[in-house]
């Protein structure tokens, strides 16, 4: 089954890549191999006090929406943009189907599903105009 729309909700520990078209939808999980930890950052110290960046969990949410056409990137924090400048930096090509990033807390697949499909109804709506 080919999906030409694809949503992420991506943070630090996990991306819902759910790619879905007129005939359905397919929804995966995708965890970090990364432990999660809280890192603190002291004055006049070297160092970000961010952890690294998991570039193969990055690959791994890439690669699930490769062949995606239009793609919508959410989450709550920081991890969404890091992953819009992975795909810039790593997947030039993919770059191309971005069409949004958006700030979205911890939504159901179902509500992450209706959201996405309500972004690309208006966003084909004024394209069509």
């Known amino acids: 089954m080919t999906h030409a729309h694809a949503v992420v909700w991506i943070d630090h520990r996990e991306a819902h890549v759910i790619r879905f078209g007129a005939t359905g939808s397919e929804r995966k999980v995708i965890h970090s191999k990364h432990e999660p930890q809280q890192l603190y950052h002291k004055a006049n110290s070297i160092g970000s006090g961010r952890a690294a960046l998991d570039k193969q969990f990055f690959n791994n949410v890439t690669a699930a929406i490769a062949d995606a056409s239009a793609v919508v ?15 810039h930096a790593h997947k030039p090509t993919l770059s191309k189907a971005i069409r949004s990033v958006e700030t979205l807390d911890h939504p159901s697949e179902g509500e992450l599903l209706n959201f996405a499909r309500k972004y690309f109804e208006s966003a084909d709506r004024l394209v069509q105009k």
Request: proline share 7%.
């Open 73 to 87: 990137i959410t989450g709550p924090a920081s991890a969404k943009t890091e992953l819009v400048n992975y795909i």
